[in-house]
């Protein structure tokens, strides 16, 4: 009796978790600032103000500006002690340590790579980075030896009429995501699935899935499977971060920050 009592609280506990991940409200503060890239996984607090990049923790406060490379596209700071920066109308990238100083020189992919234009930049492994470029297919790029290590296909050859919007990658996994879903390789660069996700606008690996923004809402993809996730905010949505359990949302004035719990 007391085993089919226990069978039954874990089913009803299973229907429940598959309706809805919560969240907890942490924080509301102030943040003057053009543009909220993240917190890291240090506590770390990074945004962007007249296109130099601010570094603000509980001890110091950093930024870093490069005017000569234009308008800073992306910024991955995945890796708190290697800070990848993009920008994209160069065709270059700089790598930064903790401390924003320059770890490398900039890294120009129209002078080391055969192909014009990367679009999208992505972290790997070691001293690697994943790159989508104008030749339509993502690279594996070694910046120390400037030399490609992986290619794939062109992307319409594992989806017709793919056009990606972004590209997320850990060390493990690399997602390229458009409006009309989603493209998942692994870290050699070999096809995994197609996912059919449709009109998201961000996306963040969590565990063994990632979650996705859409229309303002956040949901989390794991096992074939969307579940939503409860969050008690009505605003505007300018700039997502999520960082492990961390939700940091900026909505142009406020820096809103949940705990995912899971």
């Known amino acids: ?18 309706q809805e991940i919560q969240t907890e409200f942490i924080s509301k503060t102030p943040l003057k600032t053009d543009q909220f890239i993240g917190v890291d996984e240090l506590g770390n607090l990074f945004y962007i103000e007249n296109n130099i990049l601010f570094k603000k ?11 000569n490379l234009g308008e800073i596209t992306t910024v991955n700071i995945q890796n708190p002690f290697k800070i990848i920066l993009f920008y994209r109308d160069f065709n270059s ?5 903790n401390k924003l100083n320059e770890l490398t020189n900039k890294i120009d992919f129209t002078k080391e790579t055969l192909f014009n ?8 492994s070691e001293n690697n980075l994943w790159l989508y470029a104008d030749d339509n297919k993502l690279h594996l790029y070694n910046y120390q030896h400037l030399t490609e290590q992986v290619q794939t296909q062109a992307i319409t050859f594992y989806q017709n009429d793919f056009v990606p919007i972004s590209i997320i990658s850990t060390y493990k996994y690399v997602w390229l995501f458009s409006k009309s879903g989603i493209i998942q390789f692994n870290e050699y660069g070999n096809f995994i699935q197609n996912l059919n996700v ?3 606008s961000d996306l963040y690996p969590f565990r063994k899935g990632f979650i996705y923004l859409k229309d303002n809402a956040l949901f989390f993809w794991e096992n074939k499977r969307s579940v939503p996730i409860s ?17 940091n949302i900026f909505d142009g004035k406020y820096l ?4 995912l719990i899971y």
């Open 1 to 18: 009796m007391k085993t089919k009592i226990l069978l039954l609280f874990i089913f009803y506990l299973n229907i429940s978790f598959a």
């Open 57 to 67: 923790s509980k001890t110091e406060n950093l930024n870093y500006s490069n005017i």
């Open 93 to 97: 990238v700089i790598i930064l340590d």
């Open 117 to 124: 234009n990367a679009l999208f930049v992505g972290v790997s």
């Open 198 to 200: 449709e009109n998201i």
């Open 231 to 247: 969050l008690n905010y009505n605003q505007t949505i300018k700039n997502l971060n999520i960082n492990n359990y961390s939700v």
């Open 256 to 259: 809103y920050q949940y705990r």
